[in-house]
């Protein structure tokens, strides 16, 4: 049986290091889930404010890691786990990315939404933020293109 427990970044981004196919350790976060099977750690999920600063409102979540051994419904188990954790402590939004050939199985388990428009999902993101103006260090993150999927705290009239 798998149950989750808050774990340290330190103890996720341990865990991420080791696992994860195309993501670094967070720099930073809110809180931090760990997912057991029995004593033994399959995944962490890891929840920061979001990347995007327009999306910064205070009342905005995002999931910016989902990492696990392959467990099965770990992954599920995780999102909807730090879905509740978040919605618990006033978040009206969760938010998340993920690779555009990634079916996001896991989030739509997990009660969430893919968005999308007009029936299509959007592409968000892809490229570099280096700029001639500003140059930075290249991404160790994919810089494609991702999909967003979101939930909303269904308590918060606010929210919609």
Same mark, same amino acid.
């Given at each position: ?34 997912? /057991? ?5 399959? @995944? ?8 995007? $600063?327009?999306?910064? *409102? =205070? ?37 998340? /990315? ?5 079916? @996001? ?8 939404? $893919?968005?999308?428009? *007009? =029936? ?41």
């Amino acid at each position: 049986m798998l149950t989750l427990k808050p774990i340290s970044l330190r103890e996720a981004n341990a865990f991420v290091s080791t696992n994860h196919a195309h993501h670094p350790p967070a720099r930073g976060c809110k809180f931090s889930v760990g997912c /057991y099977d029995g004593a033994r750690l399959v @995944g962490v999920a890891i929840v920061e404010r979001p990347k995007a $600063r327009m999306l910064d *409102d =205070g009342w905005t979540l995002e999931l910016s890691r989902v990492c696990t051994n392959r467990t099965p419904h770990a992954a599920s188990k995780l999102i909807a786990g730090a879905t509740r954790a978040a919605f618990a402590i006033g978040a009206r939004r969760m938010l998340s /990315y993920v690779l555009v050939d990634e079916a @996001g199985t896991s989030y739509r388990a997990a009660g969430w939404s $893919r968005v999308e428009v *007009d =029936g299509a999902p959007v592409e968000y993101g892809g490229g570099e933020w280096s700029r001639p103006s500003r140059e930075r260090a290249p991404s160790q993150s994919p810089t494609c293109a991702k999909h967003r999927w979101e939930r909303l705290n269904p308590d918060c009239a606010e929210a919609a």
